[in-house]
């Protein structure tokens, strides 16, 4: 891992910026789910993780409680996450079907995985302040991974905090709609990508299906060159 994300992965993991935040995940990491009784919690902000030479960044809103929360990294061990490995493997990106736990083996090709938020908020629903407080990291991450080009947002409220960060960065008026597998250019040349996020609901719903992400996921391969 390169210095610079080394520095930020430990500025992320020991930021204790929202007290809301950090006694929620302390409270989730002590009580438990009754199918994790027996693990211990990460609970600690979660980093991002994947190829530092990525020309793809996957973006959630926040890791998961008893996912990422648990594991330690981002879409890791809940049912969201297993969704969309099955298809990261199906589309070539990632070299197993699965992510369970953070020493599993599992390796991406030139992609990113993150979260604009690095802790879980109580509900799944941040605060504005929090947002902000945490939108630093977001930004150096962009920033960090120089390859960068396309960014898949898992999720209306990903993809409205990730435009958000960008209209207050380079002052943009311009409207975006969340359409599935919709697209836009943004001002430092990136293309964004608009996806349903795969949690059980959506899937359980069809509302997103297999088929749908796979497409997604070949579209940013291609428009990304890798």
């Not at 500025?11 to 002590?30: A, D, E, G, M, Q």
């Amino acid at each position: 891992m390169n210095i610079k994300f080394k520095k930020l992965n430990k500025t992320i993991v020991n930021c204790k910026k929202c007290p809301r935040l950090t006694n929620f995940i302390k409270k989730i990491s002590l009580e438990k789910r009754k199918q994790n009784i027996n693990e211990k919690y990460w609970g600690k902000p979660v980093t991002g993780f994947g190829d530092l030479k990525a020309k793809l960044m996957i973006i959630g809103l926040a890791p998961a409680a008893h996912g990422g929360t648990r594991t330690g990294r981002a879409f890791t061990g809940d049912k969201s996450g297993d969704f969309l490995f099955k298809s990261l493997y199906s589309v070539k990106i990632s070299n197993q079907d699965y992510s369970k736990k953070n020493n599993d083996g599992l390796k991406l090709d030139s992609t990113y995985i993150t979260n604009i938020l690095k802790c879980v908020p109580p509900g799944d629903k941040p605060k504005n302040n929090e947002l902000i407080k945490c939108s630093d990291y977001f930004i150096k991450e962009l920033d960090y991974l120089e390859n960068l080009s396309v960014i898949v947002a898992l999720g209306k409220v990903a993809f409205d905090n990730c435009l958000k960060i960008y209209k207050k960065k380079f002052k943009i008026n311009k409207k975006f709609e969340f359409k599935h597998g919709k697209k836009y250019l943004l001002p430092d040349n990136k293309t964004l990508i608009a996806s349903y996020h795969p949690s059980p609901r959506n899937v359980n719903t069809k509302v997103v299906t297999t088929r749908m992400i796979n497409q997604l996921f070949r579209k940013a391969k291609k428009i990304a060159k890798f």
